[in-house]
């Protein structure tokens, strides 16, 4: 069944269970081929992908075990957090670290930022278009510059999100929305113009 626009963007889901599925590294090409037609001023296309799938994976999971050692200070923690980090990249077939270069003015920056996030945001409709599950986080790890430094990045670049696909094992219930009419402030008719006093 073909979907409208609408509807995909209604029914996708952030997807948090995951089936063990390989995913063709095409399709993964596929997608970032179709996202990259997200609105970019001056057309900087200012977006970076990292990607990461099968032994590939071993580097991401080294690089935040080591941030996660930096930045937590109870050693017990410190072991469950890693643990954990394994299990997770180990069990979701594909990973995405999406950056964008933070360079220029203040308003480039802002534009390049949401260019990314309207990138990003592609990434997730195009992947639910084809039946691929995708959570968009933003981790601590992050926010540290020498895992940024370590995976390779410029120091001045930006991790928007980390993009974790595969197939969805369960999509949960979306969660209400409130009506648009709570942000929505109309302005239809011109003000009235003050009474002249003379
Ligand atoms: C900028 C951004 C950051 C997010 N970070 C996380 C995250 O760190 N962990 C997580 O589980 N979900 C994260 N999410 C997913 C949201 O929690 C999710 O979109 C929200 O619960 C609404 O669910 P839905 O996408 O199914 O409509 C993030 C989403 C956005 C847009």
Known sequence: MIETIQQTIVSRRTI?????????LHTIVEI?????????????EPWEVLLYKGDGKVRLIEHIQESIARTEFNEEKVEKKKEKINQFIRDIPIHLVVAVKAAGTEKERHEDFAATCAFIQNIQLLSWAKGLGVVWKTNGFIFDPSFR?????????VIVGMLHIGKPAFIPNPKERKSI???????DTQPKKQPSFF
Do not use: Q, S, V
């Not at 970032?32 to 900087?44: I, M, Q, T, Y």
């Not at 009419?181 to 302005?187: A, C, D, P, R, S």
């Open 16 to 24: 948090r269970k995951f089936l063990p599925d390989d995913i063709p």
């Open 32 to 44: 970032l081929e179709d996202a990259k037609w997200a609105p970019n001023h001056k057309l900087r």
């Open 149 to 157: 430094d370590e995976m390779g990045l410029d120091p001045g670049d």
């Open 181 to 187: 009419k709570n942000k929505l402030t109309i302005y």
